[in-house]
């Protein structure tokens, strides 16, 4: 029985970020895939700002970005083509750039693949399917069987069980590990039904199509979105009273693409009918057995952050999983995996609804009304995205969020001595203080000694320190009132002070949060 640290089953964008970290901490994983390599058809297609930071703290950020776009305007239509939304992507973020990207998801997955390759303890079994999941008490057992492509079977004469510590299940939809913890799912009760073509035109520049739209006709909601630096994504939604098989053939597909575009024009990548959800798993984990990505929840694609939740999911349990394995922290730690991440991407999934009940709209007299809703003024602005309400984050009496607490922190170049280099390349994936040299200076012996024994880096703004060269963090401290962040591994607050007694006192918090 060959033994590793972790197991990852599912080898998608949040199985490979997720291996590629414990990798990067000293771990051994195996990584368990039904199919030869990824799935070579597009999927997903936007990925937001604060994934784009995750690629460049994976080093892989020049990689990426040679096969994604900035996002411009994402502009929601009527049947009329008037504005109703006008959601401005060009706008600075926090994280430096744009606030949204657009890719082609086969270019995302063969960069991460060929990161994976070779990496010291990293195990690849792809054409290998798991058939069964075992939480042993100290461990978790899989089965896994050679599984052939060609016919679709398993060769359960060749199975072999590996054992590990932890089993993260980023194994899909019909995920075997959320079978094996015995989650619930919870449906927010968004349901319909979506052609997705892709295509690669022969003239990209010259299509006449918006940039990013979702064009909110009851005739046929469309969604039109680059994919990538050479694809173009439509979306049509299916009727209630339509017959889904009827838009499975190619004809179909050119029919609904002849507005914009005729068969002469490019290349059908592909065509497929999905049907969009809106589904949370009560219950991420259950001893060693956890699950994350499209395991965990899944949501309509409107506002592009199916895929991004997913790699939010591997980004927070990373950390929390090495700080286990490493014996730093007890295995109490991988229980505010699932209080931290539940309630985002459930904020998440909320937005996504809302925003698809405003195109998801057949019924011409409902459109009518909308429209003027809209026109009238009389709709909110989307709410800003959600940050963490619960677990590794400083909190009052209460138990309540401390202010700045579980929220997402800006990125910015630190420069000194000539030197520039980026925020998460001077943390290094580990807990960092950021504040003003005379507060460091202030803070007394024994808050000094607990940050160095939880492994905090203090980082120093001002002289004899750091420069923020965009200003965003010391901004970002200016703004709500204090000289002190405690920053997580994975970009979020713990927790901010306004004095070296406070500062201590987040200290405390954290080391009661980590060590219990």
């Known amino acids: 029985m060959r033994s590793f640290d972790v197991i990852v089953i599912g080898y998608g964008p949040t199985g490979k970020v997720l291996a590629r970290q414990l990798s990067d901490f000293g771990h051994s994983v195996a990584v368990v895939e039904r199919w030869p390599a990824a799935y070579p058809l597009p999927r997903a297609v936007g990925y937001d700002h604060e994934i784009r930071r995750m690629f460049q703290a994976l080093g892989l950020g020049r990689e990426i970005e040679a096969l994604s776009r900035p996002m411009n305007h994402y502009v929601w239509y009527n ?105 619930t799912q919870f449906d927010h009760g968004f349901d319909a039904q979506w052609l997705v073509v892709d295509v690669r035109p022969h003239d990209l520049a010259n299509l006449p199509v918006p940039d990013a739209a979702q064009w909110c006709n009851p005739e046929r909601p469309t969604t039109i979105v680059p994919s990538g630096v050479a694809n173009r994504r439509w979306e049509f939604m299916i009727k209630p009273d339509e017959d889904a098989d009827a838009f499975a053939s190619e004809d179909k597909a050119w029919e609904l693409l002849a507005p914009w575009m005729k068969r002469s024009d490019g290349e059908l990548v592909r065509h497929a009918i999905y049907r969009f959800r809106s589904l949370l798993a009560q219950g991420w984990r259950k001893g060693p057995l956890l699950i994350a990505g499209d395991a965990a929840h899944v949501m309509p694609p409107f506002m592009g952050q199916g895929m991004c939740s997913g790699l939010r999911d591997a980004w927070n349990l990373g950390w929390k999983l090495d700080r286990v394995l490493t014996g730093r922290s007890s295995e109490r730690l991988l229980d505010a995996y699932e209080k931290e991440r539940a309630p985002h991407v459930d904020g998440y999934i909320r937005l996504s609804m809302e925003m698809g009940k405003v195109i998801c709209v057949p019924d011409p007299e409902a459109a009518k009304a909308r429209d003027a809703a809209f026109f009238n003024g009389a709709v909110p602005p989307p709410p800003p995205f959600p940050g963490l309400i619960a677990g590794v984050i400083a909190t009052d009496e209460a138990g309540q969020p401390l202010p700045g607490a579980g929220t997402l922190l800006p990125h910015d170049e630190l420069e000194a001595s000539g030197r520039s280099e980026r925020l998460d390349a001077v943390t290094g994936r580990a807990f960092a203080l950021i504040t003003a040299a005379d507060n460091v200076g202030a803070l007394d012996a024994d808050s000094r000694a607990l940050a160095e024994r939880l492994g905090v880096r203090i980082i120093v703004l001002g002289e004899g320190g750091y420069h923020d060269v965009h200003g965003r963090l010391s901004g970002w401290l200016a703004a709500n009132g204090v000289s002190v962040v405690l920053a997580r591994p994975d970009f979020y607050a713990f927790g901010a002070a306004a004095s070296p007694a406070a500062t201590g006192q987040l200290l405390q918090q954290l080391a009661a949060r980590l060590v219990a």
């Open 79 to 183: 049947a009329d083509w008037k504005v109703l939304i006008d959601l401005d992507e060009t706008r600075e973020s926090i994280s430096g750039g744009r606030t949204g990207y657009l890719f082609n998801q086969p270019d995302l997955e063969r960069v991460l693949e060929q990161d994976l390759a070779g990496r010291p303890g990293v195990t690849l079994l792809t054409s290998h399917e798991a058939t069964s999941v075992i939480n042993t008490g100290a461990g978790a057992e899989v089965r896994v069987s050679p599984f052939d492509i060609t016919t679709r079977r398993i060769d359960a004469s060749r199975t072999e069980t590996l054992s590990a510590r932890y089993v993260v299940g980023c194994d899909g939809a019909n995920s075997l590990v959320r079978q094996a913890i015995g989650s």
